[in-house]
Structures are given as structure tokens and as C-alpha cells.
């Protein structure tokens, strides 16, 4: 699976899908690492007045290139963004899902 994810990656980021970062550990540890990043995802969640949507940014960062944890930090090298790593949403053996903020 991590095999197939960096092939995933590599075609995305040459296809400029995918961004080259820095993963920023609590310890200042930097590590170079690629990221998909995605702007205002939409999810619905239920209240009583019905569904409500809640727009946040997400990022996926593959587990063979760093081991994300919350209050990381991760830097997109083109755009100088740092996005702080705030909740894991899904993962796998091979990648994870996280909200951000910016940091």
C-alpha cells in the first residue's frame, strides 16, 4: 500500500496536484515531505434545525515520509503556508488525513 501511495504522490505532485513541504515536528525536527492539500472541504453535520454545513482545510501526508502527530507543523514550500496539524480524520497503514489551521 505505502508503494502504491508513493507512486500516487509522485504522479500527483508532477502533475502539480501535490505539493513539496516540510513536516515540522514538536522538537523543531524538520523533514522534507510531499502534501495534498485541500481548501475548504465541506462537511455536513446534524443539529436540530437539519444538516449544517463546516468548512475546514485538510491535508494528507504519507506515513513512509513522516509520523504526523497534532500540533505539528508543516510547511508548503511554494506558497511559504504552515499548516498546523489539529485532528487526525482517517488513516490507513500507508496515509492520514488531517484538519489544519494555519499556523
Known amino acids: 500500500m505505502q508503494r502504491f501511495d508513493a507512486l500516487a504522490f509522485e504522479a500527483f505532485s508532477a502533475a502539480g496536484v501535490?505539493?513539496?513541504?516540510?513536516?515540522?515536528?514538536?522538537?523543531?525536527?524538520?523533514?522534507?515531505?510531499?502534501?495534498?492539500?485541500?481548501?475548504?472541504?465541506?462537511?455536513?453535520?446534524?443539529?436540530?434545525?437539519?444538516?449544517?454545513?463546516?468548512?475546514?482545510d485538510r491535508i494528507t501526508l504519507q506515513l513512509s515520509e513522516v509520523t504526523p502527530r497534532v500540533g505539528a507543523v508543516v510547511r508548503i514550500e511554494g506558497s511559504g503556508r504552515r499548516l498546523k496539524l489539529v485532528q487526525k480524520l482517517r488513516g490507513d497503514a500507508s496515509a492520514e488525513q488531517w484538519e489544519v489551521s494555519n499556523a
Not at 25 to 39: F, H, Y
Not at 40 to 46: H, L, T
Open 18 to 56: 501535490a505539493d513539496a513541504a516540510h513536516f515540522i515536528a514538536s522538537d523543531g525536527t524538520e523533514t522534507p515531505c510531499t502534501a495534498l492539500v485541500d481548501e475548504s472541504v465541506q462537511q455536513f453535520g446534524d443539529v436540530d434545525a437539519g444538516p449544517v454545513p463546516v468548512t475546514f
